[in-house]
């Protein structure tokens, strides 16, 4: 698989050339191609670790709605469009950055983030290494995590899940991790209400939901993902003070449940943004200590702010 993956990476870049060469562009969907199976295998390997762990919930997972949706989603020209861009933004930071992603011992914000919320949170998917990261093979997304509530049996939901207000995150607090200004936004996406069997909305006009991109200082911008439909309520070119509320957590956009997603990322534009590893500071994990000084947190913690 991983030959297979390189094979298709190495192909894939030959599409940059496209951007002078148009023919080239034929190429650039082979990088697509490898993302995909980079995903697979990391949900193939996880599910193998999953199944030598008793003491979790069982891992056999019928993944294949979110499979059938998200391929669905291609028949969708808004997606389609957004996937080619985003395919494009991946082979513009390879060559524009000359291969030199950031990481934990290059990169050191500038900023103190605090978490995006209140009260205590778990950490879906996201860390600073391949293992526990929320999408290695996807550059602005590398250090991005995805963020829900869960109760004392570890459930996100009350009930049966099929409904939103059985979530215990929907429609709660998301606030500025830190000061700055509201330079993109979306507020009007659907919340996707068909939720409990892990699909995705492949109608949506845009897979990120409503979101809100901050810019904090130069090259340091947050991109917070999948807000309620019309629950933010600050707008573009607003200053907002770290801690400040900018709407709730909804379901918007290509997500299988409502939670929240954020990343740190070097520029405004989504599409060619490179994603940043960030530490948040005084939060405490897994109901230990206070880090006042910033932490990295990854893949299954609980994490709450001080």
């Known amino acids: 698989m991983k030959r297979i993956i390189v094979a298709c990476k190495f192909i894939g870049a030959l599409g940059v050339i496209g951007f002078w060469y148009k023919r080239f562009l034929l190429f650039a969907p082979f990088y697509l191609v490898a993302i995909i199976l980079e995903m697979i295998e990391k949900i193939i390997n996880k599910k193998k670790k999953s199944e030598q762990t008793t003491d979790r919930q069982d891992a056999s997972i019928d993944m294949s709605r ?32 000359s291969f030199r992603l950031p990481s934990p ?23 600073v290494t391949p293992e526990t990261s929320h999408s290695w093979g996807l550059f602005t997304q ?11 049996h570890h459930r996100p939901n009350s009930g049966t899940g099929n409904r939103l207000e059985d979530y215990y995150c929907f429609d709660q607090e998301i606030i500025a991790p830190a000061d700055g200004t509201i330079v993109s936004m979306k507020n009007n996406v ?29 090259n340091e911008y947050s991109f917070i993902a999948h807000f309620r439909k019309g629950s933010i309520v600050v707008k573009k070119g607003d200053k907002v003070k770290q801690g400040q509320l900018l709407g709730a957590c909804g379901n918007s956009g290509h997500s299988t449940m409502p939670h929240i997603h954020y990343h740190l990322q070097d520029r405004k534009y989504f599409w060619t943004a490179l994603g940043l590893p960030i530490r948040f500071k005084n939060v405490a994990v897994n109901g230990q200590d206070v880090h006042e000084q910033g932490e990295y947190i990854h893949t299954d913690q609980e994490v709450k702010a001080k």
């Open 190 to 218: 659907r919340d996707y209400t068909h939720v409990g069997d892990l699909s995705v909305d492949w109608k949506t006009k845009d897979f990120r939901g409503n979101y809100l991109v901050i810019e904090h200082q130069k």
């Open 142 to 152: 590398r250090y991005a995590y995805d963020f829900f509530m869960i109760d004392d």
């Open 66 to 97: 979110y499979y059938v949706t998200i391929y669905l989603s291609l028949l969708n020209p808004y997606a389609l469009a957004q996937t080619v861009k985003q395919l494009l933004g991946q082979l513009y930071i390879l060559v524009f950055h």
């Open 105 to 127: 011992a290059t990169f050191h914000s500038k900023t103190n983030y605090i978490l995006p919320f209140k009260g205590t949170w778990k950490v879906g998917r996201g860390g």
